[in-house]
């Protein structure tokens, strides 16, 4: 799909979405400036952001389907899928204080993360293709934020703020594919030891794995490879909740074990 967007709109939003992120101050809406487009031009808007951070040294690591249960389209106003980049600056170490100030206004989601072992490159990638490239699978936990004031966001204000990326906390326990039913694994996530919510693998798209599939399938026509060691996040079990700084949020996963995330108060 092609849109009559001049390219001057795209690097426009994508520098307002930047300035956010150095400031720590969220903008206005920007999908009236887009009301003509199609959501091509809104990961447009992203990738001009990804290729900003590039140039500065920093460097894809993976990606995440963001908007792929029930719980989340109802809570963040989609209707479909979306997806987004990780970079090696967006990945935090289990129990290590996050500095406060990272991020705008956070919520936290639990999931599982693929840690893959062979490229996947759409379209076409099946179910089994998928599997067969998935070398082990973590308990995450996934910071969302939003550069867009009050979370104020539309499926073009998401996509064109990379999905609403923030962060990643993987936990340290690999289990391999076949140990563990991603479809029937439940979730519990706890912030500072209270039980906030609970989920389970099928609210995404029926089974995590289907979101890696759909992933692939979509980033492929856009030349985009998931690459071996890339870290692919298929979609929170819970609603996202919203964390503060000096939270403790843990999720536990059945089968996959628990990760720790920790925010920090200065």
């Known amino acids: 799909m092609h849109d009559d967007v001049k390219p001057d709109d795209i690097q426009s939003a994508a520098e307002d979405l930047l300035a956010a992120y150095r400031t720590g101050t969220p903008i206005d809406p920007i999908t009236p400036r887009f009301a003509d487009s199609s959501l091509s031009a809104a990961y447009q808007v992203a990738v001009a952001q990804v290729q900003d951070w590039e140039k500065n040294g920093d460097n894809v690591k993976g990606h995440k389907v963001g908007l792929a249960s029930r719980a989340i389209q109802r809570q963040m106003g989609g209707d479909q899928p979306d997806f987004g980049h990780l970079t090696a600056s967006m990945f935090h170490v289990e129990h290590a204080p996050i500095p406060a100030g990272t991020f705008i206004q956070p919520r936290i989601e639990p999931e599982v993360a693929f840690v893959l072992s062979r ?16 070398d082990f699978v973590l308990p995450a936990l996934e910071i969302v934020d939003s550069r867009i004031r009050d979370w104020k966001i539309g499926i073009f204000d998401t996509i064109a703020d990379n999905a609403s990326s923030g962060g990643v906390i993987l936990g340290s326990r690999p289990s391999r594919l076949d140990e563990v039913d991603l479809r029937l694994a439940g979730c519990n996530l706890y912030v500072n030891g209270v039980l906030t919510d609970t989920g389970a693998g099928g609210a995404v798209l029926g089974s995590p794995l289907n979101a890696l599939v759909w992933l692939a399938n979509t980033v492929g026509p856009l030349g985009v490879t998931l690459e071996p060691g890339h870290v692919v996040l298929p979609g929170s079990m819970t609603k996202a909740v919203p964390v503060n700084a000096g939270d403790t949020i843990v999720a536990t996963i059945a089968g996959l074990g628990s990760v720790t995330a920790i925010t920090g108060t200065e």
């Open 119 to 134: 490229p996947l490159t759409g379209p076409g990638v099946t179910v089994g293709e998928a599997a067969a490239a998935v």
